[in-house]
């Protein structure tokens, strides 16, 4: 059983597909900005106090939105 894969997106932090929860995490090394945080919510990633990680249900739409906002390949 797989519990999680992670893969690291330029050296900001890292993107998590956590089996286990069923969502798909983006851990930030410091706060992101003011225009990240509104981009995170209009593809709807929530902030997650418990896991400390913006983060949605793992669907493809989630994979989907986490690279438009991130810019990049996942």
């Known amino acids: ?9 330029r050296d900001r932090g890292k993107v998590v ?6 969502r798909l995490q983006i851990l930030f090394d410091q706060i992101p ?3 990240m945080r509104t ?3 209009r593809h709807a990633f929530k902030w997650s106090p418990r896991n400390q990680a913006w983060q949605r249900q793992l ?3 989630a994979e989907s ?3 438009q906002v991130l810019k990049t390949d996942l």
Do not use: P
């Not at 597909?17 to 069923?22: I, K, P, R």
């Open 59 to 61: 669907t493809r739409n």
């Open 17 to 22: 597909w956590n089996y286990a929860e069923d």
């Open 1 to 9: 059983i797989r519990r999680q894969r992670q893969m690291c997106i």
């Open 65 to 67: 939105a986490a690279r």
């Open 33 to 35: 900005d003011a225009d």
């Open 39 to 41: 981009a995170l919510k």
